[in-house]
């Protein structure tokens, strides 16, 4: 088995600055060790858990054993997605420019004029020009295998005063999703998630972030046992449509490319479990809301101690993030919902590969300049930005975050109105 050695320095404060060491191993198993802060133990004194799949080991701050007990197991979860793709094809987007080339000079006869047509073997159609012309056409733009009769690339044109003209259109195009709905796809998606959850520990939900924490004596009652919470797991179904950004003409257009429907297993509701395996509180989710990010935010405020969760709830065929907060009465009244506030911001995706963009939006303008920063879990600050007045949103580039959990704030000048999280992989 795996051993961690951990070497501990201690200052003599007798004679000349001698040094004293004391070396402590203790078993690995391959899991690191984490903090219990004293707010959330019995005796507000530091202890250390060792947290692995299927149990937790707690330890003193001298790294003597207390307890070891069970966790829940890890939980298998479905995601299967129905959706059709457009076919990538190209576009005609505008026109570049168009060449025309004399012929026939103005004044000619009709009989001059149809002596050329009848030399031209290929007209393929007579369409009446929008200036009074006659368009004999001998050439149509093809685009993806087909012939677009929309748009002539190639006709003879008979002028009002009978002067006849080649022409060629040259189109501007654009590659992208403009092609017909594909057939019907399905993707079933099987992955495993703990079997509890973390949370993270604030003195209030704006500022101070400190480290993930996961166990606690404190927090939910007074009793010595260790608590934590486990995630109760439903179905869910939500449509989505994706887009690209393409160009028509000179202008930026959304334009989808993928549409359908997701059923997955996401979290509605929470139970907090002793070590003991007895449930102490259980509460399922109001207003069809479900958690986006599986992990809660802790805050103590003076005596109150609240649950904050960040999720979403359908409207539609989209959906409005809110943050959704529980009350926790430790002398054993229990968890109440307290307030479930609708979020003025979002930040999409929220688990994204390094060098990926995420996309912040203000559910309407913004009435006044407002800064977007990225915090570390640690508190630095990694990023800073502005959003102007009567803007709607902000780009962050994730190029020079390290992998870890951050907290992207948007603020007015006054306060902070707004926190989202990302994952950075």
């Not at 000349?16 to 060790?33: F, G, R, V």
Request: contains cysteine; hydrophobic residues 35%; glycine residues 8%.
């Amino acid at each position: 088995m795996n051993k961690t050695l951990l070497l501990f320095a201690a200052a003599s404060m007798a004679g000349a600055s001698a040094m004293a060491a004391d070396q402590i191993l203790i078993d690995e198993m391959d899991y690191d060790l984490y903090g219990v802060y004293p707010q959330f133990t019995i005796d507000n004194a530091c202890y250390l858990f060792q947290q692995g799949d299927e149990a937790v080991t707690i330890y003193d701050s001298k790294f003597n054993e207390l307890n070891t007990f069970a966790l829940p197991p890890r939980i298998q979860l479905t995601q299967t997605t129905t959706y059709q793709e457009r076919e990538y094809g190209y576009m005609v987007t505008g026109v570049m420019n168009t060449d025309e080339w004399e012929i026939l000079p103005a004044g000619s006869t009709q009989e001059d004029i149809d002596n050329v047509l009848a030399e031209e073997p290929a007209i393929l159609d007579t369409v009446a020009g929008d200036d009074g012309s006659t368009l004999y056409i001998t050439e149509y733009l093809e685009l993806n295998g087909e012939t677009l009769t929309e748009y002539p690339w190639a006709y003879l044109k008979q002028c009002a005063d009978m002067s006849l003209w080649v022409v060629r259109v040259n189109y501007e195009t654009d590659y992208g999703p403009y092609g017909e709905w594909g057939e019907e796809q399905t993707e079933t998606y099987t992955y495993s998630a703990r079997g509890y959850l973390g949370w993270v520990g604030t003195k209030d939900f704006l500022y101070d972030i400190d480290a993930e924490c996961t166990f606690t004596q404190t927090l939910f009652n007074t009793d010595a046992n260790w608590e934590y919470i486990v995630p109760k797991y439903g179905q869910k179904t939500r449509s989505f449509v994706n887009t690209t950004t393409c160009i028509v003409g000179i202008v930026e257009t959304e334009v989808e490319y993928r549409r359908g429907t997701r059923i997955e297993d996401r979290i509605v509701g929470f139970q907090v479990v002793s070590e003991t395996g007895n449930v102490v509180y259980d509460c399922d989710f109001s207003d069809g809301f479900y958690l986006d990010d599986d992990e809660p935010d802790v805050a103590i405020l003076g005596d109150d101690v609240y649950l904050q969760f960040y999720g979403r709830i359908p409207n539609g065929k989209n959906e409005d993030y809110y943050h959704l907060f529980y009350s926790i009465d430790r002398s054993g009244a229990g968890i109440a919902e307290k307030q479930l506030i609708k979020q003025s911001a979002s930040v999409s995706p929220t688990n994204v590969r390094r060098n990926d963009q995420v996309k912040v939006t203000l559910s309407q303008p913004a009435e006044r300049s407002c800064k977007v920063t990225v915090v570390s879990s640690t508190g630095r600050m990694m990023q800073s930005q502005p959003i102007s007045a009567g803007d709607n949103g902000a780009i962050i580039n994730t190029s020079n975050l390290p992998s870890g959990v951050y907290i992207v704030n948007i603020n007015d000048g006054s306060a902070i109105r707004e926190n989202c999280k990302i994952i950075v992989r």
